[in-house]
T-cell receptor
């Protein structure tokens, strides 16, 4: 079965420092991976996706993610964190069995301190 | 281009009642998916509609049902509400072309509280 794991419930980083939010996946076949962000009392906003091609994917708001097939990881990164990046981040994988549903991780809460 | 909208924003029901949640897709999108997000968890897939037909379902009982209309708007109906149905219900639309790589765009959600 397809699944994603986000090993950290929370990540703390100082403003201006680089940030990484970790994600590992388990799929049969090619992985189709996504990152979403959720602000309080809001729906999910799409950040970026990996379908094929370059392992470094660039997305919205200066975020990028690195696809690593050998480590089955898709970590979200940003070179310089902003206080406004504080939010809940979800990694997700597209499940191609029985409809095109998306399976989400449990989420990682990012706190950026000024 | 308008985004995905959902109504109502909040809802309070009692156990055993029925509820209908509504979603308007982003312009040009013919596929709608519904997710349930319990407090502190990631969204869980309920089902997906493509051109008015259900084409995928998650592990939810039959009392969760849906509809998609010719204009691609959608409804989620939940019968015989249980306390555990309290959650944020998210609707997502996508353009239905090249399904593998299509991006889902989410609405703000409807927060349902069952007492």
């Amino acid at each position: 079965a397809q699944s994603v794991a986000q090993p950290e419930d929370q990540v703390n980083v100082a403003e201006g420092n680089p940030l990484t939010v970790k994600c590992t996946y388990s799929v049969s076949g090619n992985p189709y991976l996504f990152w979403y962000v959720q602000y309080p009392n809001r729906g999910l906003q799409f950040l970026l996706k990996y379908i094929t091609g370059d392992n470094l994917v660039k997305g919205s708001y200066g975020f990028e993610a690195e696809f690593n097939k050998s480590q089955t990881s898709f970590h979200l990164k940003k070179p310089s964190a902003l206080v406004s990046d504080s939010a809940l981040y979800f990694c997700a994988v597209r499940d191609l069995t029985g409809g095109f549903k998306t399976i989400f991780g449990a989420g990682t809460r990012l706190f950026v301190k000024a | 281009e308008t985004g995905v909208t959902q109504s109502p924003t909040h809802l309070i029901k009692t156990r055993g009642q029925q509820v209908t949640l509504r979603c308007s897709s982003q312009s040009g999108h013919n596929t709608v998916s519904w997710y349930q997000q319990a407090l502190g968890q990631g969204p869980q897939f309920i089902f997906q509609y493509y051109r008015e037909e259900e084409n995928g379902r998650g592990n939810f009982p039959p009392r969760f049902s849906g509809l998609q209309f010719p204009n691609y708007s959608s409804e989620l109906n939940v019968n015989a509400l249980e306390l555990d149905d309290s959650a944020l219900y998210l609707c997502a639309s996508s353009d239905g072309t090249g399904r593998v790589q299509e991006t889902q765009y989410f609405g703000p959600g409807t927060r349902l509280l069952v007492l």
